[in-house]
């Protein structure tokens, strides 16, 4: 029990520290790996008491991300509620911007960006995706930096903004997009390369 008591205080510890800043890769591994022990674990526990003093209340514990997420504890770059009567979706964000599909095409207007993505109304496949440029961040906290290679060669560097969905790379830019652009959203399988980076 002490071993785990450890492992919850390290992944409180690294929540924290993830929302009023940046983790190291080798942080964001960890709390990634805690988060998902602690679920396996609680998993294996079934419905019994085994934990029941550690959790938050109205949580059954720490993969309970919907309790999490709405007391502000953790967070994955997630926008904060929009505007009354706005439904918000972990991940989504709705601005001004432009859409790059896969076969060239372009989208240009009022992107939501979330499960049914679209512009100005009209919904557009995520699966024919190649790249979102957003003129806003969402309000987002910026995460752990990432550089990479896009297709064409072109480098973006910046801090993850959302990893809700593994088939894109989301970032907040500092560099490598055109000016104006406050988010980007790239397809992973389109890119060449992508690692850790830390501003300079």
């Not at 409180?12 to 998902?36: F, H, S």
């Not at 906290?141 to 993850?160: A, Q, Y």
């Amino acid at each position: 029990m002490s071993d785990l008591r450890a492992e919850v205080a390290r992944f409180q510890a690294l929540a924290k520290k993830r929302k009023g800043g940046l983790l190291t890769p080798e942080e964001e591994e960890d709390y990634r790996n805690l988060g998902r022990r602690l679920a396996a674990h609680k998993r294996s526990k079934g419905d019994g008491p085994g934990l029941r003093g550690l959790p938050l209340p109205g949580c059954d514990f720490f993969d309970d991300f919907p309790e999490l997420y709405r007391r502000g504890m953790v967070g994955d770059g997630e926008q904060k509620p929009g505007p009354e009567g706005e439904a918000m979706i972990p991940g989504a964000i709705y601005c001004r911007g432009r859409v790059t599909l896969t076969d060239g095409r372009t989208l240009s207007g009022r992107v939501l960006w979330g499960p049914e993505p679209s512009v100005d109304g009209k919904t557009f496949s995520k699966r024919r995706t190649r790249i979102v440029l957003l003129a806003k961040d969402g309000g987002v906290l910026p995460g752990s930096g990432r550089r990479v290679v896009c297709e064409d060669g072109t480098v973006i560097e910046g801090h993850i903004a959302s990893a809700v969905d593994s088939n894109f790379v989301d970032l907040i830019p500092t560099s490598g997009v055109p000016k104006g652009v406050a988010r980007v959203i790239l397809r992973s399988e389109r890119l060449q390369e992508v690692k850790p980076w830390h501003q300079a």
